[in-house]
């Protein structure tokens, strides 16, 4: 498989602050990855550094081979870009918006003109395409900066929190899109503090913290290295002494906490016991009102990374 | 698409984004308006100076009567604002993360805002041949007129490079401009003060430090050249050809001094930005 995105030992300063601190990882074709971290930790200053708008202090990144800052123009020919809340001319209407940025690609005026069409459909601004961008809605921006991104059919789509300021309904229609493209062998690149977004169209997720990478990999690998163990919650009636005595006696039961009626069983193995806790509860004529195998989010796994980071 | 083709593309978006932002129907505006008022000006007041002689001759006081601060202002404005204005409203990223060299963005800038001071150039220089014709009756000495406007096209290359120049390294566009301004007054002033003692001396180093500074070349290359190709100084309007510098002071050879002191102050400023541009980060949102 070969690498679409390579950034080797990156580091970038202002002044004193060391804003990236020898960041390495590589994105190959065909892959969502998920660019996770706080906020100020470096997810903006890496992607701007891929597009050659910073420069680095140390280290490289490459686009498809091609170093962005030693030749921009065969580097990014092949990049699609959306900003976080982009900044865009606000006299230009979208459709004036899209040609130019057509025009930088070296469009054909026909292609210009099909793909203007194409994506002010795509991404559900058609009848505003004659509409100065300046008097656009901070989500209808979000939506036509990615369209701009898309311009140029790229091989690589970088988005800086593509979804931000989008209704709910964009927000799923946005990312149906992304996974879409990610099938047509595109490769998209989603910096995001969203978890549950990335989670659910990320094929792999790096996560960076205070400048540095404390996880990179494809996401269930994440998940699995960050499951230590499974754990069941049990909702019943009435959590009587005997059903949780009864509980913790099994020999495959680590724990079990109680909060009220509800249980929380914790798991020596990663297996689902589900079936043999609700037959003991029941065997105790205890009264189930809930079962429930607790598996590790991205959400838990992003927090116990960036605790592990911060004890560091 | 080769480097040229990119450049051009980036010159008409500075031409629409100037058309948009309204800038060129401002200073349009304000050329016509500098143009008419001293022509109806001296033709209310009629000086005893306006003999038949200098009145076929207004319309080189058209073409050049805003050479000294207008048309450099002008350039001030429309430079200083080119590059800054990108930065202070976050839109130099979304234009440099296409695939074009930086090098050619900042040319496609400066030649944009270059062709659209020289549209208002022509304007001016259009105006005044009209307006010499409407009050003061038929000019003569009309075929110098292209090379005349090249010459103040040409002269106006120093102060638009250096604001242009300035516009990078602050990326704020008011301060840019202020500060060319300031340069131009400066400079203004200095030269006067060394014209002056040179006067009181008759010390050759003072008359040539004046010229050295970046306002004699801008503001006198295009009356130097006046002076050569029209032979006539009865035009009070041709008497000074610069801030301090009469034109009983000139030398022979002035018109090629002012010409290369153009061309170097031009080359340094553009080299300058040109290393800003290509040696450091394209900063974010700024105002």
Same mark, same amino acid.
């Given at each position: 498989m070969s690498s679409v995105i390579n950034v080797s030992n990156l580091s970038k300063f202002y002044g004193d602050f060391? %804003?990236?601190?020898?960041v390495s990882f590589t994105v190959d074709k065909g892959w969502v990855y998920g660019y996770l971290g706080p906020n100020g930790a470096g997810k903006t200053t890496t992607i701007r550094t891929l597009l050659g708008l910073l420069r680095p202090d140390e280290g490289e990144v490459q686009i498809a081979g091609v170093n962005p800052h030693k030749d921009p123009v065969r580097a990014l020919r092949i990049v699609g870009y959306a900003p976080e809340l982009p900044n865009l =001319?606000?006299?230009?209407s979208a459709e004036q918006m899209l040609d130019f940025m057509g025009k930088m690609f070296g469009l054909s005026s026909q292609a210009r003109r099909e793909r203007v069409t194409q994506l002010l459909e795509l991404v559900g601004l058609k009848e505003q395409g004659?509409?100065?961008?300046?008097? *656009?809605s901070k989500g209808m921006v979000q939506r036509f900066s990615v369209a701009l991104a898309l311009v140029n059919d790229p091989l690589v789509l970088i988005m800086d929190?593509?979804?931000?300021? !989008?209704d709910p309904e964009a927000t799923v229609h946005f990312r149906d899109l992304f996974l879409e493209l990610s099938k047509k062998g595109k490769t998209v690149f989603i910096s995001s503090h969203l978890l549950d977004e990335v989670q659910r169209i990320c094929t792999h997720v790096g996560m960076i913290n205070r400048g540095r990478i404390v996880l990179s990999g494809p996401l269930g690998q994440v998940l699995e290295a960050f499951t230590q163990q499974w754990v069941i919650e049990a909702e019943l009636k009435e959590a009587t002494p005997e059903i949780v005595s009864a509980l913790r006696s099994? /020999? *495959?039961?680590k724990d079990v906490k109680v909060e009220g009626n509800k249980l929380r069983i914790e798991l020596k /193995? +990663?297996?689902?016991?589900r079936g043999e806790i609700s037959s003991e509860i029941f065997k105790h004529e205890g009264v189930l009102l809930g079962l429930n195998l607790h598996k590790i989010t991205l959400e838990d796994a992003y927090l116990q990374a960036l605790r592990g980071d911060q004890q560091e | 698409m080769s480097a040229f083709r990119r450049a051009a593309v980036i010159a008409g978006y500075e031409w629409r984004r100037a058309l948009a932002k309204k800038k060129v129907l401002a200073l349009v505006i304000l050329a016509v308006l500098f143009e008419t008022m001293p022509f109806i000006l001296l033709t209310q007041? %009629?000086?005893?100076? !306006?003999t038949e002689e200098v009145k076929v001759t207004m319309w080189v006081f058209g073409a050049l009567s805003?050479?000294?601060m207008f048309i450099q202002l002008v350039a001030m404005i429309i430079a200083g604002g080119s590059m800054a204005e990108e930065y202070e409203q976050g839109t130099a990223d979304i234009m440099l993360s296409?695939?074009? +060299?930086k090098v050619e963005y900042m040319a496609g800038k400066f030649l944009g805002g270059f062709l659209l001071l020289v549209f208002i150039e022509a304007i001016m220089v259009v105006l005044g041949i009209i307006f010499a014709f409407a009050f003061f009756g038929p000019q003569r000495d009309l075929m110098f007129v292209p090379i005349i406007y090249l010459a103040i096209a040409y002269s106006t290359l120093v102060f638009f490079s250096l604001s242009f120049m300035l516009g990078e390294v602050f990326r704020r566009s008011t301060v840019s401009i202020m500060t060319a301004f300031g340069i131009l007054i400066v400079s203004s002033i200095a030269s006067s003060f060394l014209s002056f003692l040179y006067m009181q001396s008759s010390n050759q180093f003072y008359l040539d430090a004046s010229r050295w500074l970046p306002t004699w070349s801008a503001t006198s290359f295009p009356s130097l050249l006046v002076s050569d190709l029209i +032979?006539?100084? =009865?035009?009070?309007?041709? !008497?000074?050809?610069?801030?301090?510098?009469?034109?009983?002071f000139r030398t022979s050879g002035d018109v090629l001094l002012a010409a290369i002191m153009i061309g170097v102050y031009a080359v340094v400023f553009i080299l300058m930005a040109a290393i800003r541009v290509a040696k450091s980060d394209v900063t974010k949102k700024v105002a």
């Open positions: 060391k %804003a990236l601190d020898s =001319q606000p006299f230009f004659k509409k100065k961008i300046g008097k *656009y929190e593509p979804t931000i300021g !989008m099994l /020999e *495959y039961v /193995e +990663k297996k689902d016991f | 007041v %009629a000086p005893a100076f !306006m805003g050479q000294s296409k695939p074009i +060299k +032979k006539w100084q =009865q035009n009070p309007f041709l !008497m000074v050809t610069g801030p301090g510098n009469p034109i009983q």
